[in-house]
């Protein structure tokens, strides 16, 4: 290996303060991005479409849960992929369902995600046991897959209702999947975002203050978040005189 230099504390800091900068640039990058997908154009989803659950058969829109938004993984694991049926693909496993958060934090954004695949429940429902997996697993009935681009590649769906109407409002795949898992990465491809006050989103979009909606994943609930925690965020900020913080998104750590 032809290893860095070894430097003084001083000279290690001052390198790491260098590159800071264009890892904020970075960031910054990433926001502006994440701004641009909630100005997609949406796709209304007009075909009926079925998925095999725990719950028995349901629509594309009985995924959503009563939730506004929608994501929606493929992930291979049927006849024909390797390690079938022990295992699903390798970097399906790897890449996304190993990496997948609480979705409890998702749904305090009223935002549902499932993963789909070609398998039977009861091979599902014994994958995820063994792998120590709890995300909702549904199994694909008709030509979703291939309506979506998601027949032969691995990829996600961004889906939002309004009412009864489903839209389709982004999708990504190849490497854009590798970032796919923590629950902001699966919010900022969504069309709402995170839905917090910072964001550049356009006019009439949910938004509250950053952080105030945070929460243990056993503890979510209608009430929000207790008003201690507010009182905390709040004096964090330096607005210990208000239980709704009103800081922006640069003054925590990016």
Same mark, same amino acid.
Request: hydrophobic share 35%; net charge negative.
């Given at each position: 290996?032809?290893?860095?230099?070894?430097?003084?504390?001083?000279?290690?800091? @001052?390198?790491?303060?260098?590159?800071? +900068?264009?890892?904020?640039?970075?960031? !910054?990058?990433?926001?502006?991005?994440?701004?641009? !997908?909630?100005?997609?154009?949406?796709?209304?989803?007009?075909?009926?479409?079925? *998925?095999?659950?725990?719950?028995?058969?349901?629509?594309?829109?009985?995924? *959503?849960? &009563? !939730? $506004?938004?929608?994501?929606?993984?493929?992930?291979?694991?049927?006849?024909? +992929?390797?390690?079938?049926?022990?295992?699903?693909? $390798?970097?399906?496993?790897?890449?996304t369902a190993d990496q997948v958060g609480h979705v409890a934090h998702l749904h305090a954004r009223d935002?549902?995600?499932? *993963?789909?695949?070609?398998?039977? @429940?009861?091979?599902?429902? !014994?994958?995820?046991?063994?792998?120590?997996?709890?995300?909702?697993? +549904?199994?694909?009935?008709?030509?979703?897959?291939?309506?979506?681009?998601? #027949?032969?590649?691995?990829?996600?769906?961004?889906?939002? $209702?309004?009412?009864?109407? +489903?839209?389709?409002?982004?999708?990504?795949? &190849?490497?854009?999947?590798?970032?796919?898992?923590?629950?902001?990465?699966?919010?900022?491809?969504?069309?709402?975002?995170? @839905?917090?006050?910072?964001?550049?989103?356009?006019?009439?979009?949910?938004?509250?203050?950053?952080?105030?909606?945070?929460?243990?994943?056993?503890?979510?609930? #209608?009430?929000?978040?207790?008003?201690?925690?507010?009182?905390?965020?709040?004096?964090?900020?330096?607005?210990?005189?208000?239980?709704?913080?009103?800081?922006?998104? #640069?003054?925590?750590?990016?």
């Open positions: 290996m032809k290893t860095p230099p070894i430097v003084s504390p001083a000279a290690w800091e @001052q390198a790491r303060q260098e590159l800071l +900068v264009r890892e904020k640039e970075l960031t !910054r990058a990433k926001d502006a991005m994440a701004a641009a !997908r909630r100005r997609m154009p949406w796709l209304a989803v007009d075909e009926e479409y079925a *998925f095999d659950t725990p719950r028995g058969r349901m629509s594309l829109l009985d995924l *959503f849960e &009563g !939730r $506004r938004q929608l994501v929606v993984y493929r992930a291979f694991y049927e006849p024909g +992929v390797y390690g079938w049926p022990d295992h699903a693909c $390798r970097g399906c496993s790897l890449v935002t549902t995600l499932a *993963f789909a695949s070609r398998a039977p @429940q009861a091979d599902i429902e !014994r994958l995820k046991a063994r792998m120590g997996w709890t995300m909702p697993w +549904v199994t694909l009935l008709d030509d979703f897959d291939a309506d979506f681009g998601v #027949d032969e590649w691995h990829g996600t769906n961004a889906f939002l $209702r309004e009412g009864d109407r +489903v839209f389709r409002t982004y999708f990504v795949n &190849g490497r854009g999947d590798e970032a796919l898992g923590s629950t902001f990465s699966y919010l900022d491809i969504t069309a709402l975002g995170r @839905q917090e006050d910072w964001e550049d989103s356009p006019e009439g979009y949910p938004r509250t203050p950053p952080y105030a909606w945070w929460n243990w994943h056993d503890e979510y609930s #209608d009430a929000g978040p207790a008003e201690g925690w507010l009182e905390k965020v709040a004096e964090a900020e330096g607005t210990v005189t208000s239980v709704r913080p009103t800081a922006t998104h #640069d003054d925590c750590c990016h």
